[in-house]
Structure formats: structure tokens, C-alpha cells
């Protein structure tokens, strides 16, 4: 599908927005219908869950490890039905929960489920655990299901008004909040002071989810087989003949990667940032790697994606993904679509469609992010 109608579908990747502040929410409500949000998978890849946990380096290094798989199936999970996600989100959940008990100490195990449920923000009171310390009544869970459904109902009807430019972002954003202020009052009235009094010793000590950085998963590394690199090496050598680049290969470099299909206009117009890009800074540690999934039989031509990769003047490789093994790998829906990737190999934004669609200056707010995530160590 060739359908770049929206600037941007999917906003910056801190927590303390994913739950409370962005116009597109998602509940954990248990309506059949709603996707189940992975707090535990958000929050665990972060630096500064790592720190407040205090966990050593070679913990550290055990959790990324063990997120390798797991991302690999939750990135491409985000595009599966309703049902389908939430069962294969619950899944992976339950693998990281039994990894982090074989990682983590008892202390350090507690610290996380105290984080999981602050992340939950209201909606922790219909969590399981929750609901039997609080002893929530069947009655209350009820009214606390109805007032969430209300907020999400809300919200959704701002996210169209965004959507269809009747209502700015700004102004949304000071309605949610309205609306979550509304949502935490009737949690307050529905429960009872004995049961308030003891959500504190759930959440234990409130941590700063505004300091949490990484929320996306691992990028998906590069699938090989019915795939052929172009153009050499993102280190600029030139040959990928052996087809030994792996992510894992770019750590330490900010990486690019997008993807495209030469005869796209939609593609060819994101075109003239990636080369500013690769201009500008590739020589401060940013790799740009294309990947030209084809839909038209011009697009599945090796020799014509090899020509395209010459006159566009792309002077960073390309790999031509002749049987879509990586666009399946991403969980990619259109063309064109732009991912930044930190120096530790996660994904940290990405971009679906032109850049610049009616105006929006995207191709400035990508740039701006390149830039920090050059400046983390």
C-alpha cells in the first residue's frame, strides 16, 4: 500500500507519554477489542529502569540478550489483529517475566512490578495483583471499566479530530488531560480510604518516567536470504559480497534505515533527506541503509533496482529485498517508511510516508532526533 496521507502516526518514544500525555491511547482495560499495552517490555530495555533497579553490567547485559528474541516477535506483532496481538504480546510478557526471574534478584523482581504498576497509572486497579490486594468489588471493577472505556471513548473522538485537521494537537493535549483528570477523580470516588491506603505500598517510591528513553524494541536484523546488498558497505568498503553486516555489526553508530521502492513518487520525494543526511553526517557516526522491497514487477528486477541506486546518487547501500523477508521481519504496511536506530541497536523513532506531507516539516524533527541520539554515549 502507497499511502502517505498522515505526517507521522507514531509519536517519541518516552513512557511518561505512552501513559499519560499522547492523544493515542490504548487501554488495559479488558474489552476484548483493545490492545494490551507491554509496559514491562517498554520499560525494561531503558537505561534509567536499569539504573533505578540496580542492576550490574553483566545483568545489563543478560536483559538485552534475552529482549533479542522476544523483540523480534513484538515489533512485527504491533500490526496483527486485535486478538492476534494481545495474545502474542501476553505470551512474550510471560517470557520476559520468566527471564527477568532467572536474571534478577527478589529485591530487584519486586522494584519491577512496583514500575509496572506506576506505568499502568489508573488503570493499575483492574490489574489481577491489584484487585485481590485492594479486594476491588465486582461492583467497582464495573465502574472503573465504564469511566475507562468513557476516557478511551474520548480520546479517540480528539484522535479523529486531529486526525481530520478539525482540532490541533495542542488543543487535544489539553483536553486529555482534562479528560485523565476526570478519570483519576472517579478512580478516587469508586474506591474506598482503606483501599487507597494501601495502593502506596504497591507502587512503592514514585520513579520519574520522564527519564525513560528507550520504549521500542531491538531493530530487526537484516534478512539475508532472498536479499542482495548494493552499493557496499555502510563503513563505506566495498563489498557485502559475504553478507556479514548484522545490526549488531552497527553498534555504536546511529543508523537510518528506510524503506522504499524506487518507482514510488512518494518514496523518490523522502529521497533528497537521506542523501542531505548521508552528506552531512556520515562522517559523525550515522549509517544510511535503504531497503528496496518491490510491489511492481519494475521493482523486482535486480539489474533495475541496481541502475535506480546509481541515478538517484545513492552513495550508501542498499539491500534489494526481493522476497520481502525483511519488510515481514519490520511488520512494515507502507511505502515509504523511515526508522532511527541509537547506538545500542533500538528502534527510537520512526516515520511512516513523506516527510514533508502538506507541509509538515518532518524531515527537520527527524534530523533534530539523528542529532541527539548522536549526542548519547
Known sequence: MRLCSLPEIRFRSRLVTLVFATIIVTSTCRAAETPLVPYLLQMIRDDAVHKELGLTPSQVD????????????WWPSRILPVDRQRSEVTQLLDLMRGELDRILTESQRQRVLELERQAHGTRMVLRDDVMASLDITPKQASSLTSAFEKTDSDTAALQSQVRDKSLTQESAAKKVQAIRQREREQVAS????????????????????????????????????????????????????DGTVTMSSLRGDVVVVFFYAFQCINCQRNFPHYKAWQDELASKGVKIIGIQTPETSAEKSLERVSQAHQSDGFQFPVLFDENSGNWRAWGNTMWPTTYLIDKKGFIRRWWQGEMDWKGTPGHMQMRQTILELLAEK
Open 62 to 73: 543478560e536483559v538485552v540478550r534475552s529482549l533479542q528474541p522476544i523483540d523480534a516477535r
Open 190 to 241: 469508586t474506591l474506598t480510604n482503606e483501599q487507597k491506603s494501601k495502593i502506596g505500598s504497591l507502587v512503592g517510591e514514585s520513579f520519574d518516567f520522564a527519564s525513560v528513553r528507550r520504549t521500542y524494541p531491538l531493530a530487526p536484523d537484516f534478512v539475508a536470504t532472498g536479499s542482495t546488498w548494493i552499493g557496499g558497505q555502510p563503513d563505506g568498503s566495498p563489498s557485502l559480497a
